[in-house]
């Protein structure tokens, strides 16, 4: 077993672990900042396929940017783990079982699987700034212009949802 | 590191994303959830495309390895586009309503 397959294993517990707490922490606080360690654990194995660019951006744009607007409106809202709404037992064993049957069944389907591709850890140009940049503005430059647009509608968007008297003003 | 790990690894965030959107019912934890399950998508796709620099058709071409990361990339795109207005869409609801429950919108119910 060498370093890099430690290191895999300890990424991968460390994100399904952080997962789980995420979805069973009472607090709303508790379950952003575990998804933040998720997110990190994330952007390690990023960097275990040596695509850092990727790494980097996932760590400015999920656990910087996104993570911290859903802190902001959890503090805004004041949420806590008095105010947390219980589904009932019943329905989140039918939720869990139903849950942990799909997982059953993907793995049990790639079990079946007889491929034995290997990833490229640890090398390779593909992830790096030079390559990427290449590729976005050469063949992908129709998107990306398109994607400025999706930016410019959904600031539009949030802020026409979140004007004060919307509905007042319609009534 | 083998093809199958990195599935495996998906395929069980990608549950427990949906176990959480199963089993809770405040709408930002929910919300969250989502955001875990575009992330396991995420990882896949550049374990798929690690994956494929290795074959003969991506040595052939200097730009074919990184497809699949700038794939990545629109996928970030959209996830800040969608978070942005899902949460302006969450705190208009919690205005109206004054919670965050997502029982309370059976209104289209009857």
């Known amino acids: 077993m060498n370093i890099t397959t430690i290191i895999f294993i300890l990424l991968s517990v460390m994100a399904l672990g952080s997962a789980i707490m995420m979805i069973t922490s009472k607090s709303p606080v508790h379950s952003v900042l575990w998804l933040i360690i998720v997110f990190f654990a994330i952007s390690g194995h990023y960097i275990l396929l040596n695509a850092q660019f990727l790494a980097i951006v996932n760590i400015i744009v999920y656990a910087g940017a996104i993570m911290v607007l859903f802190l902001f409106v959890v503090m805004l809202m004041n949420l806590n783990a008095e105010t947390e709404p219980i589904k009932n037992y019943r329905l989140q064993l039918v939720g869990v079982v139903s849950g942990c049957s799909l997982l059953l069944i993907i793995i049990m389907a790639l079990n079946r699987l007889d491929v034995e591709n290997v990833v490229e850890m640890k090398v390779g140009d593909g992830g790096l700034i030079k390559v990427l940049g290449m590729t976005l503005f050469k063949n992908y430059v129709l998107p990306f212009e398109i994607s400025s647009v999706l930016f410019l509608s959904a600031m539009i968007g949030a802020v026409v949802i979140g004007k004060k008297d919307m509905i007042a003003d319609k009534k | ?110």
Do not use: P, W
């Not at chain 2, 978070?83 to 009857?110: C, E, P, Q």
């Open chain 2, 1 to 110: 590191m083998d093809i199958k790990a990195y599935i495996a690894l998906s395929v069980a965030l990608f549950t427990i994303g949906v176990i959480g959107v199963l089993i809770r019912r405040n709408a930002i934890i929910i919300f969250m959830c989502v955001e875990l399950m575009l992330n396991a998508v995420n990882l896949l796709l550049v374990a798929f495309s690690k994956m494929h620099a290795l074959s003969n058709v991506a040595k052939a071409s200097a730009t074919f390895a990184s497809d699949a990361q700038i794939f990545v990339f629109f996928i970030m795109v959209v996830a800040a586009a969608e978070v942005s207005v899902g949460l302006a869409i969450i705190v208009m609801m919690y205005r109206n309503v004054h919670t965050i429950d997502v029982n309370f919108l059976n209104r289209l119910k009857n």
